[in-house]
Antibody, heavy 120, light 106 residues
């Protein structure tokens, strides 16, 4: 059974940094492209970032480009999201999700999410 | 950016009845459209992809149709566990989601 567990969410001040982790189990992690998706309170989801199986190629939504960095460690079955220069509007539940059915931004399996709150 | 517009915002339907949810894209997607279900406190769950293909384990009462800019999710004979928020998502050009339709018990 595919399992994704996010961690690292916290309360942080505007301008601060945070690193989220996603730990995978139940499948061959290195065979899957991965994504980060967030969902602000009461709103729809928003795709943030994509990473290929090897980790060599990454893409970002304009809203986080230059501030967030996605990475992965296949030997540890883990993916990360380094978030810098956080803004109040970055407040959301952050999910990691697998790319499904051979399509990069079709989100097949999701973790339970981790809450990031940006506030002074 | 492709804008996804869902209607209605809230849909009230009785158990056992049919529900029809709509999604419109600001530009043509071909068939690169998915539907997700989300219950309170849970992550979204993939229901339909490629506009009309059910994801693994999704019951046959869920069906999707449409192409281009107009899409529909139909749930025949609503069960109690189907009352939730539904999102459409385009993946033709990266990804954007609609604002959601809340399906509530009438």
């Amino acid at each position: 059974e595919v399992q994704l567990v996010e961690s690292g969410g916290a309360l942080v001040q505007p301008g601060g940094s945070l690193r989220l982790s996603c730990t995978a189990s139940g499948f061959t992690f290195s065979d899957y492209e991965m994504n980060w998706v967030r969902q602000p309170p009461g709103k729809g989801p928003e795709w943030l970032s994509f990473i290929t199986m090897s980790g060599r190629i990454t893409y970002y939504a304009d809203s986080v480009k230059g501030r967030f960095t996605i990475s992965r460690a296949n030997a540890e079955n883990s993916m990360y999201l380094q978030m810098n220069n956080l803004r109040v509007e970055d407040t959301a539940v952050y999910y990691c999700a697998t790319s499904g059915y051979g399509t990069g931004t079709l989100f097949d399996s999701w973790g339970q999410g981790t809450l990031v709150t940006v506030s002074s | 950016e492709i804008v996804m517009t869902q209607s209605p915002a809230t849909l009230s339907v009785s158990p056992g009845e049919r529900a029809t949810l709509s999604c419109r894209a600001s530009q043509s997607l071909g068939s690169n459209l998915a539907w997700y279900q989300q219950k309170p406190g849970q992550a979204p769950r993939l229901l339909i992809y490629d506009a009309s293909t059910r994801a693994t384990g999704i019951p046959a009462r869920f069906s999707g149709s449409g192409s281009g800019t107009e899409f529909t999710l139909t749930i025949s004979s609503l069960q109690s566990e189907d009352f939730a928020v539904y999102y459409c998502q385009q993946y033709n050009n990266w990804s954007t989601f609609g604002q959601g339709t809340r399906l509530e018990i009438k």
